[in-house]
Structure formats: C-alpha cells, structure tokens
C-alpha cells in the first residue's frame, strides 16, 4: 500500500511539472511548520504569535497569505511545554520503551484561516497541503493537539471529524463541541464552558452585583457564550446594563464607541469572555480615557498574560478576578526553562524568535532565519550572541505564575501517550510495529485513556471527551510594577455541601478605588421597611424604593413585596418587622381614668352629702314640699348611677361586661322616673288646692310608686331580655384601630344597647314635657321649672352624646359614655336639688310653711 502511494506521489509530481509546464498547477500559499522526527508524529495547531495581518482578496491576484505578527512568549510556552511532554515520555521507559514519539506543528496566530491552512498541512505533511494526502512517509501521524481557542479549534474539529481524525484541545472550552454527533474525534484537557458559564453568575452573585457590563469576542463562539451567560446571570437576578462585541481587527473608531460605552455606564463590574488578545486595544484605550475603576471577572477563555499590555494597562486588570482551569504540577518544566538556548535547542522551533523577544536584541543577518522576520524592532542595537543568561528572568518571560494551558498541553501528549501504549500493547518493554498506528484505532483508545498525572491525580475523559470540571479562582494584584496572581478560591460543581464556590475573600485585593468589596447595582438597596418598584423602562434592577404601607413589613434588604402582619400585630414605626398590638382600654392608671374616678368620688360623696342634709332637714316644710320619698329615691339612684360609672373603667371583664349598660340603664331610669313622678306630683298638687277636688285622693305616694315602678321594670325587662338573648362579652376587637387591640366590652345585638338609651331618652322627653307644661304653675317651692332645667340639660347632654360615641374609638367610646353619664347624673342633681340646698343652709328663713302657704294662696288668687 505504502508502495503504491509513493507511487502516486512521484505521478503527481510528474504531473504538476508538466502542468507546470504548460502554465497550469495547483497554486497557494506556502505554510510555516516545524518538525521533530520520531516513530510516531503528534499534531499541534499552537496560537505563538498573538496578531495577524490579512489582506482581504482583491479577485484579481493570488490571495495574500495572512502574515503572524507580535511574537507572545507566554503563547510560545505551551509549545514548549509539549516538548518538554514529549522528552519526558521518551526517557520514560515503561511507557512506550522502543517508540519515540516526535511532533510537526504550526502557528495558526488568531487566524481561522491560518488554522485550517495549518491543519491541512500537518495532515498531507508537505508546506503547500494537498486534501486527503499524506505525504509523510517516515512516520505516522497519532492525532492532533490544539488550538487553544474554541473560534480556532472549531472548524479544525469539523474537518478531523469528518476524517474521524483524533483531536486534543488543552483550551478551548465552547460547549457544543461535546456533541459526539457533530465532532466525534474532538477531544480537551479542559472543562466544557457549560458549567463555567453558570460559575461566572454564581461568581457575580456572591459578591451581590446585580449590574454588570459584558464584553465579548465578536464570532460565533463569544456570542453563543453570551446568551448562555447572560441567560444564567438574568436567572438569579443579575442585570445586564450593556453588551458589547470587540476584536482584535476592530478599528480604532469601534474600541472608541466600545470605550464610551464603558465610561458613560455606572458599572462596577465587567463580565470579559473573549480571549484576552482581543482587549488588548481596548485596555489602553480604557487608560487613556481614565477609566481604571472596574473590576473584570474573566471567564476560562481569557488568560490573563501581563506580557501582552503595556505596565500602564496593568492598572486597568489590577483586581480582575479569573476563572483557570485547575492546574497540577510539571515537574522540572521551570528547570526546562531555565537552560533553553539557540544553541544546544536549535531544533525547537521559534527559539531565535524568543531570544530576540527576551533579551531585546537580533541576531545578525547571518544567523537570522525566516522565523524572525516578523519581529524585528527598528530600535534593537543589541546584537544576540546565543550567550545571554535567563536567569532570574525566566519566571517573569514565561510568567510560571499560571500554567494552566501549558498544563493541559503537557496533560494531552500523556494522553495520546497512554492511549498509543494500550493500543500498541507494550509489554515487558517492547511494543508492536507503530506502522500500525491509524488515527481511527487511536480514536477508539483515546476513549478509553485513564492514567495517572506525575502529581498523582486521575485523568479521563468522560463520555464527552471532557474532564470533570473544576476551576480555580485567581485575583490580579499589581503591587508596585509587579504583576501577581494569588489564587482566592476554587469552583467545584461535584461539591457534596451545597456550596461550589469557596472563595477566601480576605485574599482579594481589589484596585485602587475600592478598599473593600465594590458595589455594583442599578440602584441602591431598599433598605428593610421598603419595597422595590421596578422603573419603567428600565431592567428589574432597576427600581426605586418605597416604604410598606401601615400594617406590612418587608424585613430584608431588596424585598420585592411587603407582607402584611397578623391580626394580633402591627407594623414597627421602621416598618421592618411585625410587634404585637398594643391591648388598649380605659385604666384606673392613665390620667384619663384617674380624672374620671376624681369625679366619680366628689359627684358620688357630694350626692351622699345632700342625701344626708335632706334626711336632716326632713320635717321642714322645703323637704315635705318636694315629696321625701322621692327626693331620696333620686338621690340614692344619682348616686349608683355615679358610681356606676366605675364599671366602666378597669380591664373588661365577664362580670363588668353584663352589668356596664345594665346597671347604668336600669338606675338612670329610675332616676328619671323619679323626676318624671316629680313632676306629675306638682302638677297634682297645683291642681288639687280646692277640698272637695277628686285629684287630691291621688297626692298620696302610690302615683310615684306605680310611675317609679312601672318605668323601672320596664327597663329591667328589657336588660333582663338583652341578658338572655345577646348578653355583653369581653372581646379583643383588632378592627376598629390598626395598630391597636381594644379590649372591650361586646354589646352583643347592638338594638338592646339603644333601645335602652331610647327608653331613657323616652321617659327623658315626657318629663321634659310634663315639666315644661307645668312651669309656670305658682309657688315658691315649685320643681317644674328646676325640672325643666334639668332635663333641657339631660337631653343636650345625650343627643350630644350620641355623634361623640360613634365617632370615637376603643377607650375613648368608654370615656364618652362615662362623661355622658356623670355630666346628665350632675345636671339632674344640681338643677333640682342645689336651689335647695341654697335654702337650707344659707336662707333658712325662707324655709317656712307661712311662706309656702302665702305663696299657694297668691298662686290661686292670680
């Protein structure tokens, strides 16, 4: 088979000679590659150089080949460390012991175009690539490694798919590139970004930002990470104040609008998921517009390499905080690095390159060669001996602080490594013809490799051909010139504990502008006792605060709602949690209550003191005049209907409740019976003068007795009906007032309550009447006119009291009803009885019969 390709190949050269001949051969640009001999070739498609100059097509001409321009000594790293990879398992000997394993690779520099140019190369093994040829026919090919970008591994991934060639990435992260289905032979020693995409919002919500900016490298890959990132971030309440797209190719007109975007935003925080040469431009466009006061939370896909901006740049990630992917150890790689020279490595490729990049200076046209033709710098003057010493340099060039792609370059050749030993079944140090190494049997092994790393930690691939993810989380800390990476925490999604994210926030150093952990939100926080209002217009981030209404609370920062208290609560004056209700009603303590005793006790001893007088001056013709019995009996029920008022006060109880209104209707009508029985009584008195009227059989005590007890009992009925039908409760009633309970008396059916105050006021109107009839009836000892007085300032005093009660509220209602009481109780006892009182202690010659006689007699003469 060999033979017949070799066969093939010596036609077609013969062909496109003759063709050439003829003016007719295949054309195209020449591609750069280097190789390592050995048994078995491993592929690497390496970003080295970190920009590009493509001249678009004119149409009229060959293309131009794109050129590789600002040669990156971090990028050329993971180069090296897959030589270092591939010396280390070919002085290992118990992994494939008589194979030595070799490379050929190429530069795609952020070039797509380069990338496929590249890998077609490495495939057909000549400089100008033929498809589906291999012209290498010292050595067989394992597979490739590479490219560290999900945008360049992408349509790599598509070809070698449909070739079902082995593909290994140490960086590109793209989540659909696990699709078995559409890249069957892709493969990556890094995490998909499916989870990182997730990490990146759980990262921006620890630190409780809910407004950040994007910035995104603008190809298919940034932006399908965009949507998944911004989706996730939306989710947990994250807002996106802008997104933007950058490239490296974008003119310096786009970074300015990209700039003026940053600027004019009142971020914090900016979300990058682009690689990191593509801000480059960007970054010292920031600087020079002053705008180094935020802070960068990088996704996987950017690398954080302070070799490639400017020390004034490094001010602008000072405090960026990064996820990597989690990295292990290469043992003796810095030692590696450390005795690099032109001279005892002139094999490895660029190496020229990076000693004119590291020492600053260029070789001699006699020494230089075609890998240096990019990167030479007018104003070099040193010249490059070969000689130059790395020294303690070697830490700073190569920035050994963060290996991590370099890593998961070094991790992939122990991949194929493993992988070519089972399928070559080495044994007891030998193994079997590596010619019978194809890519598809590789493919199969791949699959299934699983060893362990130098540090001790299992590798496979799982069925995605991905590992387990998990990453780091560093924090960039320029201090004094110097760039510096501090690891603060770590991502783990198989965290048994709930929590995948540890970070160790005391380790983070922030920029300049914050001494602690920057705020970034839309709009401050509504503090508790507020609730968010979302603006119009505007993202639900953004919002203004307003205070809960009474009688809700919202008792954490940025409620979105109030809750409303339980009946028995009521909203703290902060609105930020629920007290309980004040239980309120008339007390002897408060002034209120002790105010009303005081007047309970003097209007009650003072009504004992006249009671006492009038039983002193009983047999005097004033107190004969004015009918005893029922001076006494309206003077005993003025005083229970004081006293009654003491039921009102004090914390309500069974007793209290059935006797409040009870007690106090049935004494206020015999009070006003009695006055009612009064004034009938000077009526008949009047009007029986002559001997032989028939009315004078009435004067006698049975009228008032019958109209005292007829008027009483009736009353007595209907409180005994109320007691049986709706007796009065103590009750808590937590409607009347918000923030208050009023402990109360429940009047049970309210028709009982009035139809009390209706038959009092009924009795009220008839003696008012009565009274008012009788008022000009002569005699110095004549009551109607006092009566009339009296029940003028009765009824007043209970029409008024009507509104008063049911315009207040809880002990206040109590109150009225006590004031009501006392002031009617006291305008009966000082309209009615103080003119006699006057008499008997201050004019006692005018307590006299002769007067009282005289008086009757003028009285029947007029």
Known sequence: MRRILQILLLLLSSLSEEHSQLGCSLQGWTMDSFLQNGDILIGGTFVVHSEFYFQPPTFQELPKPVLCTSFHIRYYRDVLGL???????????????NVTLGFSLVDTCMSELRAVRGLMSLLSGTANPIPDYDCCLQSVKAGIIGDVYSALSLPIARILGVLHYPQISHGATLSSLSNKINFPSFFRTVTSNAFQNIALSQLVGHFGWTWVGMLVVDNDVGLQGAQVIQASMER?????????????????RQISSVVQVIKKSTVN?????????????????????????????????????????SKNTWKILNGTIGLIPKTGDM???????????????????????????????????????????????????????GKEDLGDNMPFLFETNDLSFTYHAYLAVYAYA?????????????????????????LHHLKKSSFRTRSGEKFTFNADGDLTASYDIINVQVLENTFNFVKVGKVNPESNDGDKITLNISSILWNEKFSHIPSSVCSDQCLPGHRKVPIQGKPVCCYDCIPCSMGEVANNTDASECLKCPVDQWSSEEKDRCIPKVVEFLTYE???????????????????????????????????????ELSYILLVSLI??????????????????????????????????????????????????????????????????????????????ICSVWLYKSPPFPALNTEIENHKIIFECNEGHKIFFYMTLGFMGFLAMISFFVAFLAKNLPGTYNEAKLITFSMLVFCCVWISFIPAYLSTSGKYTVAVQVFAILASSAGLLSCIFLPKCYILLLRPE??????????KKNGMSG
């Not at 104040?241 to 003119?251: G, P, R, V």
């Not at 939370?297 to 901006?309: D, K, R, W």
Request: hydrophobic letters at 45%; charged letters at 15%.
């Open 83 to 97: 030589i270092f990879a591939l010396n280390e398992v070919n002085q290992t000997p118990n992994l494939l012991p």
């Open 236 to 252: 947990i309440g994250v807002c996106i104040a802008f997104l933007e797209k950058i490239h490296l190719s974008y003119s310096a």
């Open 269 to 309: 925080v900016i979300v990058l998921h682009c690689p990191e040469v593509h801000t480059k431009a960007l970054l010292g466009a920031l600087f020079a517009e002053g705008v180094t006061g935020k802070i960068f939370i990088t996704s996987v896909s950017f690398a954080i390499t302070p070799g490639l901006y």
């Open 331 to 385: 043992p003796g790689f810095e030692s590696f690095l450390l005795n690099l020279s032109p001279s005892d490595h002139p094999s490895y490729p660029f190496m020229k390159v990076f000693w004119e990049k590291a020492f600053n200076c260029k070789w001699t046209n006699g020494d230089r060669d075609l890998q240096t033709s990019a990167v030479l710098n007018k104003n070099d003057t040193a010249h490059c001996t």
């Open 418 to 442: 493993h992988a070519l030993h089972w399928l070559l079944g080495c044994h007891d140090g030998i193994c079997d013809e590596f010619r019978n190494v194809k890519p598809l049997k590789v």
């Open 590 to 628: 408060e002034p209120l209550g002790i105010m009303l005793v005081i007047m309970v006790v003097i209007f009650s001893s003072f009504t004992v003191c006249i009671l006492i007088l009038f039983a002193k001056h009983q047999e005097t013709p004033i107190i004969k005049a004015t009918n005893r």
């Open 640 to 717: 229970l209907c004081f006293l009654c008022c003491l039921v009102f006060i004090g914390q309500p109880t069974k007793v209290t409740c059935l006797l409040r209104q009870t007690f106090f209707s049935m004494v206020f009508s015999i009070s006003i019976s009695s006055v009612l029985a009064k004034t009938i009584m000077v009526i008949l008195a009047f009007k029986a003068t002559r001997l032989n009227s028939p009315l004078r059989k009435w004067l006698g005590p049975i009228i008032p007795r019958h109209v005292v007890g007829l008027c009483s009992g009736l009353q007595i009925v």
């Open 846 to 855: 005018r307590n006299s019969r002769e007067l009282l006689v005289s008086n």
